[in-house]
Protein backbone atom coordinates (compact mmCIF):
# COMPACT_ATOMS: atom_id res chain seq x y z
CA UNK A 1 0.00 0.00 0.00
CA UNK A 2 1.15 3.33 -0.80
CA UNK A 3 1.31 5.97 1.74
CA UNK A 4 2.57 9.31 3.25
CA UNK A 5 2.13 9.56 6.84
CA UNK A 6 2.22 13.05 8.24
CA UNK A 7 3.53 13.24 11.80
CA UNK A 8 4.18 15.53 14.69
CA UNK A 9 1.56 18.28 14.93
CA UNK A 10 0.05 19.33 18.53
CA UNK A 11 -0.56 22.36 20.56
CA UNK A 12 2.12 24.96 20.87
CA UNK A 13 2.01 28.67 22.28
CA UNK A 14 1.96 31.57 20.08
CA UNK A 15 5.92 32.03 19.23
CA UNK A 16 6.59 28.28 19.25
CA UNK A 17 7.82 25.89 16.89
CA UNK A 18 7.08 22.73 15.66
CA UNK A 19 8.60 19.93 12.82
CA UNK A 20 6.55 18.38 10.85
CA UNK A 21 7.06 14.92 9.18
CA UNK A 22 6.17 13.56 6.34
CA UNK A 23 6.95 9.85 5.89
CA UNK A 24 6.12 7.67 2.69
CA UNK A 25 5.41 4.36 2.73
CA UNK A 26 5.50 1.58 0.12
CA UNK A 27 7.06 3.91 -2.80
CA UNK A 28 10.05 6.41 -2.36
CA UNK A 29 9.75 9.82 -2.67
CA UNK A 30 13.29 10.33 -4.75
CA UNK A 31 11.47 11.32 -8.26
CA UNK A 32 8.41 13.28 -6.17
CA UNK A 33 8.27 16.88 -5.93
CA UNK A 34 6.69 17.27 -2.02
CA UNK A 35 3.97 19.84 -1.21
CA UNK A 36 2.91 21.02 2.36
CA UNK A 37 -1.07 22.30 2.55
CA UNK A 38 -2.93 23.21 5.47
CA UNK A 39 -6.44 23.83 5.56
CA UNK A 40 -8.21 25.55 8.57
CA UNK A 41 -11.62 25.64 10.42
CA UNK A 42 -13.91 26.96 7.85
CA UNK A 43 -11.48 27.83 5.46
CA UNK A 44 -10.19 26.20 1.61
CA UNK A 45 -7.13 24.23 1.64
CA UNK A 46 -4.08 26.52 1.14
CA UNK A 47 -0.25 25.57 -0.42
CA UNK A 48 2.37 26.26 2.12
CA UNK A 49 5.57 25.10 0.32
CA UNK A 50 7.16 23.32 -1.85
CA UNK A 51 10.33 21.26 -2.73
CA UNK A 52 11.53 20.00 -5.81
CA UNK A 53 12.78 16.43 -5.81
CA UNK A 54 16.47 16.81 -5.45
CA UNK A 55 15.73 19.87 -2.83
CA UNK A 56 17.41 22.00 -4.99
CA UNK A 57 14.14 24.37 -5.25
CA UNK A 58 12.01 25.32 -2.66
CA UNK A 59 8.78 27.72 -2.08
CA UNK A 60 6.85 29.18 0.34
CA UNK A 61 3.36 31.02 0.39
CA UNK A 62 3.84 34.91 1.81
CA UNK A 63 2.69 34.25 4.84
CA UNK A 64 5.05 31.58 5.90
CA UNK A 65 8.38 32.99 4.76
CA UNK A 66 10.77 33.53 6.84
CA UNK A 67 9.37 31.56 9.62
CA UNK A 68 8.66 28.02 7.72
CA UNK A 69 11.70 25.65 6.79
CA UNK A 70 11.13 22.92 4.15
CA UNK A 71 13.66 19.70 3.80
CA UNK A 72 13.56 16.68 2.43
CA UNK A 73 16.04 13.82 3.47
CA UNK A 74 15.88 11.21 0.64
CA UNK A 75 17.98 8.68 2.30
CA UNK A 76 14.89 8.31 5.25
CA UNK A 77 11.87 8.49 2.68
CA UNK A 78 10.90 11.96 4.56
CA UNK A 79 9.97 15.57 3.98
CA UNK A 80 10.34 18.06 6.83
CA UNK A 81 8.56 21.62 7.37
CA UNK A 82 10.47 23.13 10.59
CA UNK A 83 7.72 25.85 11.76
CA UNK A 84 8.73 28.59 13.69
CA UNK A 85 7.10 31.92 15.45
CA UNK A 86 3.97 30.15 15.22
CA UNK A 87 0.65 32.06 15.06
CA UNK A 88 -2.49 31.30 15.65
CA UNK A 89 -3.88 32.12 12.47
CA UNK A 90 -0.78 29.31 11.51
CA UNK A 91 -3.80 26.71 13.04
CA UNK A 92 -4.94 24.07 10.77
CA UNK A 93 -4.55 20.41 9.46
CA UNK A 94 -1.15 20.14 7.70
CA UNK A 95 -1.43 17.75 5.05
CA UNK A 96 1.85 16.61 2.97
CA UNK A 97 1.29 16.07 -1.11
CA UNK A 98 3.47 13.52 -3.31
CA UNK A 99 3.72 14.39 -7.36
CA UNK A 100 6.61 13.54 -10.32
CA UNK A 101 5.14 16.86 -12.15
CA UNK A 102 7.70 19.26 -9.95
CA UNK A 103 5.31 22.55 -11.81
CA UNK A 104 2.21 21.16 -10.57
CA UNK A 105 3.37 21.03 -6.92
CA UNK A 106 5.06 24.25 -7.20
CA UNK A 107 2.09 25.70 -7.88
CA UNK A 108 -0.05 24.14 -5.16
CA UNK A 109 -2.04 22.56 -7.51
CA UNK A 110 -4.95 20.46 -5.83
CA UNK A 111 -4.00 17.20 -8.07
CA UNK A 112 -1.49 15.24 -7.03
CA UNK A 113 -0.34 11.75 -6.85
CA UNK A 114 -0.37 11.34 -2.92
CA UNK A 115 -1.89 12.55 -0.21
CA UNK A 116 -1.58 12.12 3.45
CA UNK A 117 -4.28 12.29 6.10
CA UNK A 118 -2.94 15.30 7.60
CA UNK A 119 -1.61 16.11 11.31
CA UNK A 120 -3.26 18.84 13.19
CA UNK A 121 -1.40 22.06 14.25
CA UNK A 122 -2.78 24.39 16.90
CA UNK A 123 -1.45 27.38 18.07
CA UNK A 124 -2.84 28.80 21.43
CA UNK A 125 -2.25 30.23 24.85
Known amino acids: QLLLVESGGGLVQPGGSLRLSCAASGFTLVSYAIGWFRQAPGKEREGVSF????????NYADSVKGRFTISRDNAKNTVYLQMNSLQPEDTAVYYC??????????????????WGKGTLVTVSS
Open 97 to 114: AADRRWWAVAAFSGDMDY
Open 51 to 58: ISSSGSST
